[in-house]
């Protein structure tokens, strides 16, 4: 099966300028998260979609970032005005609709952000 | 103090060496356990899950104590392709879903 795709894969714009992410998750994947690693941090969550409903969205850092998915396939993770301190790698994953606490999550390969 | 808490290394090993890493979380509530592997640049990968009766999966062994609230992964007769950053992940339950806490990861480096 075909994995967590993420694009763009890199991306690179100017402190208050707007970038989305985007993230196709696996197919027939209903949970979708979104996870941040700032340099020399660890991974952070930043929020889990069951389809298209946010279920946990604790993780988010402010309202300057917007997490959307829109008939529960693929999602979209607006920054709008980036700051500095965006910057990093932006992780998503997907795991299967039922599973329990060992549902394993599949990564993405991230997209890294780098706001100057 | 971080949640999932693990040394970070870098851990120089020769081939054939065996080595264990080590991680200890704070929520006594978590419900499951994982390691993941994250080569350079690349995402993270699951390597294995980690279950309180401890298990193995051919070089690798993993286990759980709850009560120490400790997670171990033993790598025996190590390869050159070994070598990433091991993840310590543990899976809570909060606001009715579940969240992958991250450890900042261990590097490895297996030496020629």
């Known amino acids: 099966e075909a994995g967590v795709t993420q694009f763009p894969s890199h991306s690179v714009i100017e402190k208050g300028q707007t970038v989305t992410l985007r993230c196709d998750p696996i197919?027939?994947?209903?949970?979708l998260y979104w996870y941040r690693r700032v340099m020399g941090k660890e991974i952070k969550f930043l929020l889990h979609?069951?389809?298209?409903?946010?279920?946990?969205e604790s993780g988010m850092p402010n309202n300057r970032f917007l997490a959307e998915r829109t008939g529960g396939t693929y999602s979209t993770l607006k920054v709008q005005p980036a700051e500095l301190e965006d910057s990093g790698v932006y992780f998503c994953?997907?795991?299967?609709?039922?599973?329990?606490?060992?549902?394993?999550?599949?990564f993405g390969p991230g997209t890294r952000l780098t706001v100057l | 103090r971080k949640e999932v808490e693990q040394d970070p290394g870098p851990f120089n090993v020769p081939e054939g060496a065996t080595v264990a890493f080590n991680c200890t979380y704070s929520?006594?509530?978590?419900?499951?356990f994982f390691w993941y592997r994250q080569d350079c640049r690349k995402e993270p990968k699951l390597l294995m899950s980690?279950?309180?009766s401890g298990n193995e999966d051919g070089r690798f062994t993993a286990q759980l104590n709850r009560a120490s609230q400790y997670i171990s992964l033993l790598i025996r007769d190590s390869k050159l392709s070994d070598s990433a950053t091991y993840l310590c992940?543990?899976?809570?339950?909060?606001?009715?879903?579940?969240?992958?806490?991250f450890g900042t990861g261990t590097r490895l480096k297996v030496l020629a």
């Open positions: 994953a997907s795991s299967r609709p039922t599973g329990g606490s060992y549902n394993e999550q599949f």
């Open positions: 197919s027939g994947h209903d949970n």
């Open positions: 979609f069951v389809k298209e409903s946010k279920q946990d």
């Open positions: 929520n006594s509530a978590s419900q499951s």
């Open positions: 980690v279950y309180s």
């Open positions: 992940v543990v899976n809570g339950r909060t606001s009715g879903t579940y969240k992958y806490i």
